[in-house]
């Protein structure tokens, strides 16, 4: 884990053309995806690739994950469940996935472009021919000293997609070893059921804990709620889905 200092960022969404801008508070996020061995150790399931990022896992399986890390070191757990329902405690300390603000934030590093460096320095994309994912820290990091934020895998976010079209659709970012430049930039975002796994996207830890539960980190309730009410056609061209 890497700490990443207070700052701000400016977010865009689609559908409302509407940007705003993020204030946030210090918080800490993984160096690297979180990687098979690590799964392997926490819930025991067999890693035929270490090093590789955990993938084919679905959202609801990386919140779960988290916990199980959370307990492995004796942190109060971030997540409690009622089914498939399930709520951020957002003063717990342990371990969770990052907001979408502060995966944006975290993954610019302060730069202001789609990349944070040289696509093909930074980043494995299908401009790579691969099949698979690679192994985590291969490829340059950004300044934030965190490695294979854009490329390899897309990361799962807590936040949800777009409830007033996709109802609880979660949001994944960063792009993955089989898409094109477009797609592996820092503002792209994507989505989708919380139930599904896919082949090309994993997830990263994140820590901290805050007080205010009305807007932690650029997510409320709150403001889910009133999303999940609009109604509205798509704009051209967006897809929720790689």
Same mark, same amino acid.
């Given at each position: 884990m890497t700490r990443v200092a207070a700052g701000r960022v400016q977010l865009h969404d689609a559908r409302r053309n509407r940007r705003w801008t993020v204030e946030l508070e210090p918080f800490e996020l993984g160096v690297f995806a979180v990687t098979e061995e690590q799964v392997a150790e926490l819930i025991g399931e067999p890693s035929s690739h270490p090093r590789r990022p955990a993938t084919g896992v679905s959202w609801l399986r990386a919140v779960r994950i988290c916990n199980a890390a959370s307990e492995w070191e004796g942190l109060d757990p971030a997540y409690t469940f009622e089914g498939e329902d399930v709520t951020w405690h957002v003063d717990a300390d342990g371990y969770r996935l990052p907001t979408e603000a502060e995966w944006e934030y975290a993954c610019r590093a302060g730069s202001t472009g789609p990349h944070y460096g040289p696509l093909p320095e930074v980043a494995w994309t299908s401009a790579d021919g691969l099949r698979a994912p690679q192994d985590v820290g291969l490829r340059l990091p950004n300044l934030n000293g965190l490695f294979d934020t854009l490329g390899n895998v897309w990361e799962w976010?807590?936040? $949800?997609?777009? @409830?007033?079209? /996709?109802?609880? /659709?979660?949001?994944? !970012?960063?792009?993955?070893? &089989? %898409? %094109?430049?477009?797609?592996? =930039? +820092?503002?792209? !975002? !994507?989505?989708? @059921? @919380? !139930?599904?796994?896919?082949? %090309?996207?994993?997830? =990263?830890? &994140?820590?901290?804990?805050?007080? +205010?539960? &009305? &807007?932690?980190?650029?997510?409320?309730?709150?403001?889910?709620?009133? =999303?999940?009410? $609009?109604?509205g056609p798509l704009p051209s061209g967006w897809t929720p889905r790689g």
């Open positions: 976010c807590w936040d $949800l997609l777009d @409830p007033g079209r /996709y109802d609880d /659709y979660r949001v994944f !970012r960063g792009g993955g070893f &089989a %898409d %094109d430049a477009w797609s592996v =930039r +820092a503002s792209v !975002r !994507r989505g989708g @059921p @919380p !139930r599904t796994r896919h082949e %090309d996207v994993g997830f =990263r830890f &994140a820590r901290g804990g805050f007080d +205010a539960e &009305a &807007a932690a980190q650029g997510w409320s309730a709150a403001e889910d709620a009133e =999303r999940g009410g $609009l109604e």
